[in-house]
Structures are given as C-alpha cells and as structure tokens.
C-alpha cells in the first residue's frame, strides 16, 4: 500500500470518529437530569401582577413533611399563598420564617402529606450544604419557573451554563440595595428573570448548589447580572463589638423558633416620627401593609395617601408586610421625606411624604 492512500484511510477514519463524536455532543441530553431535578420544585403563587412584581415563582422542597425555602418576595405578602407541586397537585403553604439580610424564606405546606414525601422528591439540604463550593468553570444546570411557562405539572425550564466567577454581589433594583452582599455564583446563562427567583443551579448531575436571585443590576457597572445564592451562604451582622453569623442551615433547623436578623435590631436615628399612616392590623407574619386609615390634616394626608392603598415601596425598598414598614419607619427621623410607591386599585402611584416630629403632636 502506498502512502498516499494510507493517509487517505487514515483521514477517512479521523472524519468518522469526528462526525460520530459531534454528533454524540449533540444529542447529549439532560433529560433524565431535569426530570429528577423537577420532582424537588414547586411553582409559587401569591400577591403581585402589577408593575413588573410577578404574582409567581419558585420554590424548592427540602424536607418530607413539605417544607419549601425560597427567596424574600413581594409575592409572599400574602395570607394565601398557593403551591403547584410537580405532580400538579393545588396546595397552599405557610409562612415559617424569613431572614432578610440573606434574603431567604421558609414555608411549609399547609396539607398533611400522606405519604410524605420521598428522598428522590426533596433536596437533603444537610447533606447538600456540607459539599465543597462548585469551582468556576462548572457545568450547571438553571432550574425555574421563569415567565410561568410551567404551570401544574408541566416540567420547570431548564437552562445550561457554567460558573462564570464566585464572587461579591453587589446588587441593586432601583434604589434600593439588597441586604445579603456576600459571595455569589455568577452563570453565564440569563437565569433571572420574572418567577425565576428561588429556583436552583444543580451541577449536570443534579446535586444542588444554589438559589437563583431575583432580577438584579450591578451597581457598579450598572448591568443586569445573573447569580445565585451558595447553599452554603453565610452573612455576619455586626451590632457594636457583637458579631452574630447566620446561616440559610439556621433557619431550617430551627424553622418557627428562628430569630431574624432585622432592621429592628439595629439603633433608631432619631425620635418617633409623625407621619398620620395608619396600617390594617398586625395579625400575621406576612400581613399586608394595607392603609386602614389617614389622619386628618397629616403629612400623609397632604401628600394624598388613601385608605386600601398598598404599600409596595418605601423609599425603593420593598415592603412585605406591616411589620417591615414599622422597622423602615424606625430608621428615618422627622425632617426626611420618604417616597412610598403604593398600588391603589390597579395602578401603582408615588407617594413622597415630609414627616414631622411626634412628640408635638402629642
């Protein structure tokens, strides 16, 4: 045999390999990966559906008796709070308990599960949150239910990508700055959009490793970014020479008895404002920031704030429920003016009130 048609053959054969290898890539399927992934998530429905606050969103299953961590939502600031399981079962949960300063929320559905829920059909977080960090340059998989495409038992979408960097966030929306400013996963796919928050990033396998964040800019570069939440996030919150370190594993530990880290722990600016604003009753962690009534002649009723209007903002800082506008109200002192965006009926409205010093009121 010459050499000529040697190398011909041997060409011929590296074309084969080469086709079959590519083909191969492309019928790589994550097909088996999602459906597993799938039967760990839940679709979450509660307050919004106006001015671009999505009425949905996403949940993961992390226990057998139904509980759910998410992340902190407008969506949540409701008393009925509604769960799409995979198998598109209507359910509806509780709220647990909430930190803010991570951003994180835990539920509970509400119905006895019976049976409860298998290993296969919940992440073992205890287990999950002991895992090394996923180094940059990882596969992942992006699971959520972004612009609710899925609904009942439709499967979640699922997005491919890989860990662009583990780093800082330094996230906006609006003016208003998210508490939790430590490191994220940053993923080169566009995971957060409307609904996606409190989705996850599995590696290809389907081992989880994050909670996908809420549709944020960097405020540095002014750009939309894509993240999550490590597992294994912490956050130290300082108060004098006190240093306290939570945990997303504190709060599923000690679920109900959980004590957040919140505004209110933080020293007042000032004395007790006057700002005539008088909220629906506390009943309830969330209840809604409902306006029940306005005070004649007050600085809220010169500004034009009415009865059944809803507090959705205070000063570009969402409000989930009355007791987040008291712990908003504590840091501000008479003199400031705060701007409230507020839904009344359909229509979302600004609201900038002077406020006054209480103690002449009095």
Not at 200 to 223: A, D, F, W, Y
């Amino acid at each position: 045999m010459n050499f000529g048609r040697l190398l011909y053959r041997v060409l011929a054969a590296l074309a084969v390999v080469c086709t079959f290898s590519a083909s191969s890539r492309a019928d790589d399927s994550f097909a088996k990966v999602a459906e597993k992934v799938n039967k760990k998530l839940v679709k979450l429905y509660g307050a919004g559906g106006y001015q671009r606050i999505a009425s949905y969103g996403t949940g993961v299953l992390v226990s057998e008796d139904g509980y759910i961590l998410t992340l902190c939502s407008q969506m949540l600031n409701t008393v009925d709070i509604k769960v799409h399981m995979p198998d598109g079962q209507r359910l509806h949960a509780d709220f647990i308990a909430a930190e803010p300063e991570l951003d994180i929320t835990l539920l509970k559905i509400k119905e006895k599960l019976d049976p409860p829920l298998t290993p296969d059909e919940y992440f073992d977080f205890g287990k999950a949150v002991s895992t090394p960090l996923a180094e940059t340059g990882t596969g992942v998989l992006a699971f959520s239910n972004q612009f609710n495409i899925a609904v009942f038992d439709e499967p979640m979408s699922v997005q491919r990508g890989v860990i662009a960097s583990y780093a800082k966030l330094h996230g906006r929306r609006g003016v208003y700055s998210v508490p939790y400013q430590g490191n994220v996963y940053f993923v080169d796919a566009i995971t957060n959009n409307p609904g996606a928050a409190g989705g996850v990033i599995t590696t290809r396998q389907g081992e989880l490793l994050g909670l996908i964040g809420k549709e944020l800019k960097n405020t540095m570069s002014e750009t939309w970014i894509n993240y999550a939440v490590p597992i294994q996030a912490k956050a130290e919150i300082r108060k004098g020479n006190n240093v306290r370190t939570i945990s997303i594993s504190e709060i599923l530990q000690k679920k109900k008895d959980y004590n957040p880290v919140t505004p209110r722990d933080k020293e007042q600016k000032g004395p007790p404002v006057y700002h005539g604003i008088v909220l629906v009753p506390y009943v309830t962690d969330p209840t809604p920031p409902y306006v029940d009534d306005v005070l004649p002649g007050s600085p809220a009723a010169r500004a034009g704030l009415k009865v059944d209007d809803l507090v959705v903002y205070f000063d570009g800082e969402q409000v989930i429920s009355v007791r987040d506008f008291k712990e908003m109200i504590e840091r501000v002192r008479p003199g400031d003016q705060i701007k409230l965006e507020v839904l009344r009926g359909d229509k979302m409205t600004s609201i900038e009130i002077k406020l006054e010093n209480l103690v002449k009121k009095n």
